[in-house]
């Protein structure tokens, strides 16, 4: 039974809280035996609590597979990349390195790549992915696209990415700020281009992971006590 | 003399707590269950629904249950890996005895050899000093019916007066403020209520981390346009992307409230009608906050004035809201009057017992609500009866079928209990499923006082850092091999379904409980079957309370995904109805036992109770000594005292040790770099962590999560201050210094991280 069509996948960051449900969630699917096929990053931990659940967003063209000399990775006809077959898989590292969105993982005690296969095991009988069902907070959602924007009137999700001159398509959506009627200041490009988000030196404060935080830019610290001095770059900023 | 029997370093090696990790049948995880159990997560008081797989009497995993309306299968990593505590090496499977020669200090014993010893003990130590003299704590964490039990097993078979609960380090400023002003203890609205509001104001919560699922609930009020105001001294997950974070210094949450409603009346963002109809005492209010012009509430505050401003006008003007709140403004020296200040800006703006209109502290522990409604706290009986009123002590006496006079009055807290040990009034005690030495404040002085009982016995299923003091441990259950009720979050009463049988001599807490009575040969109302048979007890012990459980069965609760408390089983003329509980508090119209048709609120003229939140800083403010506020909280992958989740190795992972969280400037200023050792003072302790430097807490104050024990502890600094009224203790705030360790402390060298 394949994946059905009309369920999609959805990150959403800005709703992730860090709590690693879903880490915990992924080690117990039937495939990978206690290891957890997800990861999440800090983007910046000093500077905030921002955390991004990385997934494998399952490329239409995938550069894991197009660069594996073993011909390891397979994608199935339902768009689902799969980890590498064991017995192809030459821990070349080649699918970590070319993997655009840092998915890849070489499991060097086994001497193969594990990555996510959308719990392929559920999702290929009707059940939904681990990390999508547990996720408290709804930073991964698995379902419709009907469903998703219905319950999310102020994002939208997109699944075209560019990195430099490389365009990829991903089975796998983000989610990101409406645009124009949605949230203010926000971008209605049918694309995340991902290269100028990362030099984006005006629109990231300066350097090109930090996180900026939307909360009035304005409320600095006040200290009745002299025990420290006022800052000047407290992390409260639009 | 409760000493520990033996060091420190023998216990862990025998007692952990140790790492479990998936392995065996648990590593198989495509292995097919025997069956799949509905139930509940055994920990914060979201009581999320799971379903847990059980092969061969073991719980192998879980899967989650997506039906089940509040978490509709979504679950924060504590409910993932909770499995792993089941079959976990450190479980307790035998009675112990206290033995110094004995490895790990304790020798195991027959189980009917020592509830013979415990008998023993409590009828020594209560023929020599009175009934008085034997104490007992327990836990929030328990299911209902284990909660009535330990409450009349305290007044019927004990008679002493001297039994408390660990909620009282919880939620009892929430309860005694809601009591006070809305003459009833519970979260008015289900969460459900949560993404039709206009205005979300959140203070003193780290939702994300403490009950991340309430987060979905936030995050889909943010996506239906919700404005979301954060007041905490960190910019936790839930801060990161609110619309106004207002950083309050700990410890000045009251100023906030009084300010906000100070601008309140000012630009008449204010509910006349319903001030007129449905509240007294708004104008002595008024009077006392005019004292709170923006300015000052500023400055005692450190928030930005037009902050405060902004706040005040997005709460003034909403057409609906919720406010919520927790641990952050209930931990204090006047917790109370931090509540009672949040419950008036609600008053104020007429949004309560509507939809979409809502006010809820966010409950801590899996049972802190029916846990304390009915009978383990000092100062109540069933169905949050009051323990001092003549006609709620003869309406459960008649059910108990004794003399109301026999009855003990009120008891003290559960810290004063401590101070009673202390003192050397109570000199044997009894615990079930709480840990002080780790949870409550100073607890230098609470081991001291534990090294002073005559006789100690603990009821748990790990052996707890309070209970190696034990002189006897009774090996009780875990939550999965036993049934019953709790309460959770949004007032709901929900069953907990048994798994797996208890393994070796452990035994459900309840027959241990009524094991003692019958050794004791005190066997009156001791003798029930099993949970229903307490539960049916309960229904008519609640009937008529504030807390009236009598219309609600185990069948129509799992029917329903769960029934809302009040669930009267007659009507007001007494005829027997099948109520569907009461999903929203306050609704217009509504009827309950107190006002008796007045109104909506719980006292007899209906209307709900404006009361004066007077500020003061608190009871230890920073001076040139001790100049940085000491805060603590959780992580979300630790739980409470961390006698269950410092054992789960994949929680450890996530965060294997406490470290103490400060502000770039402040790291800078002490000469202290990210990661490295720094040491914090208090008057009364020291606690030697690594440093973890971040922007997102103020400069002036430190934090450091509690769920450690011994050299690691928080609560070696923390005050024993507490609020006058719930008797909760100031966690939230003490003075401390700082400065860089010289190296690593000894422990490091002989410590797992968890330990």
Redesign the interface.
């Known amino acids: 039974m394949p994946v059905p069509e009309h369920f999609d996948f959805f990150v959403d960051p ?8 879903c ?3 992924c ?4 495939t990978h ?2 290891r957890p096929m997800i990861h999440l990053e800090y983007v910046e ?7 991004v659940p990385v997934i494998c967003m399952h490329c239409d063209s995938p550069t894991c597979a197009e660069v594996c000399p073993a011909d390891a990775i397979k994608k199935t006809g339902d768009g689902v990349v799969q980890s590498a077959r064991k017995p192809r898989c030459i821990a070349c590292n080649n699918c970590v390195i070319a993997c655009p969105f840092g998915v890849p993982k070489m499991q060097s005690d086994f001497e193969l790549m594990m990555k996510c296969d959308m719990c392929y ?1 559920r999702t290929s009988v009707g059940k ?1 992915p ?1 990390c999508a ?6 930073a991964l959602f698995y379902g419709t696209r009907e469903q998703v924007e219905q ?5 939208r999700p997109i699944n075209t990415f560019q990195f430099g001159h490389q365009t990829i398509t991903t089975k796998v959506n983000m989610m990101v700020p409406a645009g124009p009627g949605g949230t203010p200041g926000s971008s209605s490009a049918e694309y995340v281009d991902v290269t100028s988000a990362m030099h984006d030196e005006s629109a990231a404060g300066g350097s090109g992971k930090r996180v900026r ?4 830019e ?8 002299d ?3 006022e ?1 000047d ?4 900023t639009t | 003399m409760a000493t520990e029997p033996t060091t420190e370093l023998p216990i862990i090696d025998r007692f952990g707590p140790h790492l479990s990790r998936m392995a065996g049948v648990r590593l198989d995880t495509g292995a097919e269950p025997d069956k799949l159990v509905k139930t509940h997560c055994c920990f914060c008081g979201q009581q999320c629904g799971i379903q847990l797989k059980v092969k061969d009497n073991e719980v192998i995993g879980f899967e989650p249950w997506e039906d089940f309306p509040f978490n509709k299968g979504m679950l924060c990593p504590k409910g993932v890996k909770r499995y792993l505590q089941g079959s976990h090496p450190d479980r307790l499977l035998s009675a112990m005895v206290r033995d110094g020669k004995a490895a790990g200090g304790f020798r195991n014993v027959g189980y009917d050899q020592a509830i013979k010893q415990v008998a023993g003990a409590i009828e020594r130590i209560q023929r020599e000093y009175g009934p008085d003299a034997f104490g007992m704590l327990s836990g929030a964490s328990l299911t209902t019916e284990k909660t009535y039990l330990m409450g009349k097993f305290a007044r019927v078979c004990l008679k002493t007066s001297n039994i408390d609960y660990n909620g009282r380090l919880c939620m009892v400023s929430a309860a005694a403020g809601n009591k006070k002003a809305f003459g009833i203890d519970r979260a008015a609205n289900p969460w459900s209520d949560i993404p039709k509001a206009e205005v979300l104001w959140i203070a003193g919560s780290n939702v994300a981390e403490c009950s991340p699922i309430t987060t979905s609930y936030v995050w889909q009020a943010r996506e239906n346009g919700a404005k979301i105001i954060v007041v905490d001294p960190r910019i936790t997950p839930i801060a990161r992307t609110c619309d106004l974070f207002l950083p309050v210094k700990p410890g000045r949450d009251i100023a906030l409230f009084n300010g906000i409603l100070n601008l309140m009346i000012e630009h008449d963002w204010l509910d006349h009608d319903f001030i007129e109809n449905h509240t007294v005492g708004f104008d002595a209010l008024a009077e006392h906050v005019q004292q709170w012009t923006p300015k000052r509430t500023a400055e005692v505050t450190g928030i930005a004035e037009k902050n405060i401003r902004q706040a005040a006008e997005w709460w003034g003007q909403a057409k609906t809201s919720f406010l919520m709140h927790a641990r952050g403004i209930e931990h204090h020296s006047h917790g109370v009057q931090n509540v009672l200040g949040a419950i008036n800006i609600v008053l104020a703006s007429g949004r309560i017992g509507r939809e979409g209109c809502g006010y809820a502290t966010i409950t801590g522990q899996a049972n802190g609500q029916g846990g304390r409604e009915h009978g383990q706290k000092c100062d109540q009986l069933p169905g949050a009866r009051d323990i001092a009123n003549p006609e709620h002590r003869a309406h459960v006496a008649k059910v108990w079928d004794v003399d109301p006079d026999s009855i003990p009055g009120p008891g003290v807290d559960a810290y004063e209990i401590f101070r009673k040990i202390d003192r050397g009034e109570i000199k044997g005690l009894i615990s079930l499923c709480f840990n002080p030495k780790v949870s409550l404040p100073d607890n230098a002085f609470v081991q001291r006082c534990l090294e002073k009982l005559d006789f100690y016995v603990a009821i748990d299923f790990f052996l707890n850092e309070t209970a190696r003091h034990a002189d006897v441990v009774l090996p009780g259950s875990l939550q999965e091999e036993d049934e019953g009720v709790v309460t959770q979050i949004e007032g709901r009463v929900i069953k907990i379904n048994k798994a797996v049988e208890c393994p070796g001599d452990a035994k459900q807490d309840w027959r241990i409980i009524q094991d003692i009575a019958k050794a004791l040969g005190r066997t009156h109302g001791m003798t029930f079957s099993g949970p229903r048979a307490i539960f049916e007890e309960l229904r008519a012990a609640s009937k008529g309370g504030v807390a009236d459980y009598s219309g609600i069965t185990w069948e129509k609760v799992e029917q329903n995904y769960g029934v809302f408390w009040p669930c009267p089983s007659e009507d007001p003329e007494g005829k027997p109805i099948d109520h569907p509980g009461t999903l929203r508090l306050f609704e217009p119209g509504t009827w309950n036992p107190i006002a008796k048709g007045a109104g909506p609120f719980y006292f007899p003229d209906g209307k709900a109770r404006f009361n004066v939140a007077a500020y003061s800083p608190p009871t230890e403010d920073v001076d040139d000594e001790y100049p940085i506020i000491l805060t603590t909280g959780r992580v979300v992958s630790q739980f409470l005292s961390g006698t269950q989740t410092r054992r789960i190795g994949p929680l450890v992972d996530q965060y294997p040790e406490p470290r103490m969280e400060m502000h770039p400037r402040l790291a800078s200023k002490l000469g202290i770099a990210d990661g490295e050792w720094a040491t914090a003072e208090s008057r009364r302790g020291t606690c030697t962590l690594k440093a973890q430097v971040v922007q997102t807490i103020r400069p002036d104050t430190i934090f450091i999560p509690y769920h450690w024990a011994g050299r690691k502890s928080a609560n070696q600094l923390t005050i024993s201050a507490q609020d006058p009224i719930s008797k909760i203790p100031e966690y939230k705030v003490c003075a401390v210094r700082v400065k860089k360790a010289d190296g690593p402390p000894a422990y490091d060298a002989e410590l797992e991280a968890q330990q």
């Open positions: 800005n709703r992730c809280i860090g709590c690693q449900a880490v915990q969630a080690a117990e699917c039937d035996k206690g931990r000093s500077t905030s609590t921002q955390t095991d939904r681990m069902t547990v996720c408290p907070s709804g319950l999310r009137p102020r994002s935080l939307n909360v009035l304005d409320s600095l610290f006040q200290f009745e006590s025990a420290v001095e800052p770059d407290a992390a409260t």
